[in-house]
């Protein structure tokens, strides 16, 4: 017996109320110029770390607020309005960043279809075209220079021929079709990840640790600065109060008979400082040393070329005597 649309539709409906009771996050994914075929890789691709559900926008709303009336206050619900144009899901459980890898590993390389819009730039090169020289005209009509090499026509430079966004036409298309160039590809896109009720896009799951807590840091540190600018104490700004106040009792200590046992090793260091002073490292002491030495020697190379003018005066005077 055949099944009848409505039977369908609760099968469809089961289906979808049970993957959001059992996933805790959806890819929210464009499934343009996805064909059968593709799509079936990709189903292959994500087997046992994740599951494609597609079907009609009115649909999969209409289920998912069934599903709302008898669990209210799920956060499914705010996946309805992000459902719009020709989307699917992908639920998963698994990491997330790896399963965007396999989503967007299968990609399909495509024909320029005439009507279609460029995903990328296309640049022909320059080369053997394999058409005869009388298609010359037709290549002059696309503004392409080209010249007459063994008999067939050649492109003599490289043409961008279509720009990112640009239609494709009937002359662009044929002559991709002629040279045999897919220069497109398409696969699913992702276009917002769900994950137990916050809606985020794809580029969040690029953010590092590392990334995360310096903007904590740097969060952390300007509301430290306007509470000790307001005089308003933070779990924040307390360290740095504590640490300024201390400072003061410092001062105060060091400027007035009053004493306090955490200012003793202060006291000391300014009484004493030579103890708290490290030695010099061994080698540097050393080094020092040599340098010592060596301008005694130069001192002594200098005094022992001092002139005797004439042998000391042995003989009677100097240079000018003889």
């Not at 087997?47 to 669990?71: C, E, H, P, Q, S």
Request: aromatic share 8%; proline share 4%.
């Amino acid at each position: 017996m055949p099944i009848v649309v409505s039977d369908k539709k609760k099968a469809y409906g089961s289906r979808l109320g049970d993957y959001i009771n059992e996933y805790k996050a959806a890819f929210i994914v464009g499934c343009d110029n996805v064909g059968s075929t593709q799509m079936q890789n990709i189903r292959g691709g994500l087997r046992g770390k994740a599951v494609v559900l597609m079907g009609k926008n009115t649909t999969m709303r209409k289920v998912i607020k069934d599903f709302l009336k008898a669990n209210p206050g799920h956060p499914i619900e705010n996946l309805l309005e992000h459902l719009v144009g020709n989307v699917g899901l992908v639920f998963t459980n698994h990491d997330l960043g790896k399963v965007r890898e396999l989503i967007l590993a299968n990609k399909k390389p495509a024909p320029a279809r005439v009507g279609s819009l460029a995903p990328v730039d296309v640049f022909v090169d320059p080369g053997p075209t394999g058409c005869d020289p009388g298609q010359t005209a037709w290549f002059q009509a696309l503004n392409i220079p080209t010249k007459i090499n063994k008999g067939q026509i050649e492109m003599i430079s490289r043409v961008h021929l279509l720009k990112i966004g640009d239609k494709v036409g009937d002359s662009q298309a044929a002559l991709l079709q002629k040279l045999n160039i897919r220069p497109f590809s398409y696969a699913m896109k992702i276009d917002l990840i769900y994950e137990n009720g916050s809606i985020f896009p794809q580029e969040v799951l690029d953010t590092k640790d590392e990334d995360i807590l310096a903007k904590l840091f740097g969060g952390i540190g300007i509301l430290a600065a306007a509470s000790i600018a307001l005089a308003y104490p933070t779990k924040a700004s307390i360290v740095h109060s504590l640490n300024d106040a201390y400072k003061h009792l410092l001062a105060i200590g060091m400027g007035t008979s009053y004493k306090f046992k955490q200012a003793k090793e202060f006291e000391d260091f300014l009484a004493n400082a030579s103890n708290f002073v490290a030695a010099a490292p061994a080698a540097a002491a050393s080094g020092g040393a040599a340098k010592v030495e060596a301008k005694k020697e130069e001192k002594k190379e200098e005094e022992e070329e001092v002139d005797m003018g004439g042998a000391g005066g042995l003989f009677g005077g100097g240079d000018d005597d003889w």
